[in-house]
């Protein structure tokens, strides 16, 4: 006869076997964008924008629409807001750059101080588009309701600017002085522009991104390579890299966390990776393999913890949608409620 303990074992193997998952469960799910598609910019929608071969194109819930140029031979959409208006730049058939501005199906050119060169790169969820324009010299700029400002540099008579919050607190990178390679990252608050610095013994730095907290993001000059950096509290924090020697950051979203792209060990290959507040994390690590993508960098990342991102599935290779996967249960504490459940039946037997 068999033991009261072998019974219970027997009873509960297939049940432990079920609970027990062989690796632990993908934290995020993958929709492939059409090939081709380079993504540089999301919403809190999950609205994606990017490059798609000579244009630009706008994703939206499965459907891709290519927003074209600005008559010449390329394209870039850049940046989208909450309301679906999207923001970039292309070039007109006299070669001229041009940024522009989308809405509703219409393209509008946006005429940045007469420039021959102008390219918009961030937009805020009430329209304020920022960016860099080319006159004698290059000038970061904002423009909102018809009205168009330099917002002045940090007295190298360089600048640019990369993205706005909806407070239209501005970030981007500005030179100090004449010299190569001497410039800053700048927060732009209230009509000042604040030298944000970089990392001890470099004199390089360049501010991506911003969330509504006026926690910025970007990359710095760290022993000849760069390093993504988080700026909060006024201190460059520097995240590090996934064991090689050059990381940088693209997004950020209102729960801090930060999307990017760093080298591996030997500098030879790349992966996306999601900043969770405490490490560097490899987003390959948190997709199911058996999708077959590698992930190579990631571009944005929104409110929802949604992340655009680029990746090669064997020769095919695009944009990718990342969404958070639905919750599991814990393994251990399923596995506890099994065995409690057990004990009772085997009790009631008695």
Not at 19 to 34: D, E, M, N, Q, S
Not at 47 to 71: E, H, I, K, R
Not at 201 to 225: K, P
């Amino acid at each position: 006869m068999l033991s009261k303990n072998t019974m219970l074992a027997l009873l509960l193997a297939p049940m432990l076997a079920a609970a027990l998952p062989a690796a632990a469960a993908p934290r995020y799910t993958v929709t492939a964008l059409p090939e081709g598609t380079t993504p540089l910019g999301m919403n809190n929608r999950g609205q994606v924008v990017g490059a798609l071969g000579s244009d630009g194109f706008l994703w939206s819930g499965g459907t891709l629409v290519t927003l074209g140029n600005m008559g010449g031979t390329f394209g870039r959409a850049t940046a989208i807001n909450d309301s679906g208006v999207v923001t970039g730049y292309g070039d007109r058939a006299n070669g001229d750059v041009q940024a522009f501005r989308y809405s509703g199906g219409v393209t509008t050119a946006l005429d940045i101080f007469g420039a021959r060169g102008s390219y918009a790169m961030g937009i805020s969820s009430n329209g304020q588009v920022v960016g860099q324009y080319f006159a004698q010299e290059s000038g970061a700029f904002s423009t909102i309701g018809g009205v168009t400002t330099d917002i002045g540099d940090l007295g190298g008579g360089f600048a640019g600017a990369n993205a706005v919050n909806s407070a239209g607190h501005v970030v981007g990178f500005s030179a100090l002085d004449d010299a190569p390679f001497h410039a800053h990252a700048f927060l732009y608050a209230d009509g000042v522009m604040q030298d944000l610095g970089a990392f001890p013994d470099a004199s390089l730095s360049e501010a991506t991104a911003i969330n509504e907290f006026d926690q910025v993001v970007g990359q710095g000059w760290v022993q000849g390579r760069f390093h993504a950096f988080l700026y909060q509290g006024g201190v460059l924090h520097d995240l590090g890299t996934l064991g090689g020697g050059e990381s940088f950051a693209y997004d950020i979203n209102a729960s801090g966390q930060i999307v990017g792209y760093s080298q591996l060990a030997g500098d030879v290959d790349t992966a996306a990776y999601l900043w969770d507040g405490v490490s560097m994390l490899d987003l390959n690590a948190l997709i199911d393999p058996a999708g077959g993508w590698t992930l190579l960098q990631a571009n944005g990342i929104n409110d929802s913890g949604q992340i655009a991102a680029y990746g090669c599935r064997g020769d095919v290779c695009g944009a990718v949608l990342l969404d958070v996967a639905a919750a599991v249960p814990e393994p251990g504490t399923f596995v506890l409620l099994l065995i409690g459940l057990g004990m009772l039946g085997w009790r009631r037997v008695r």
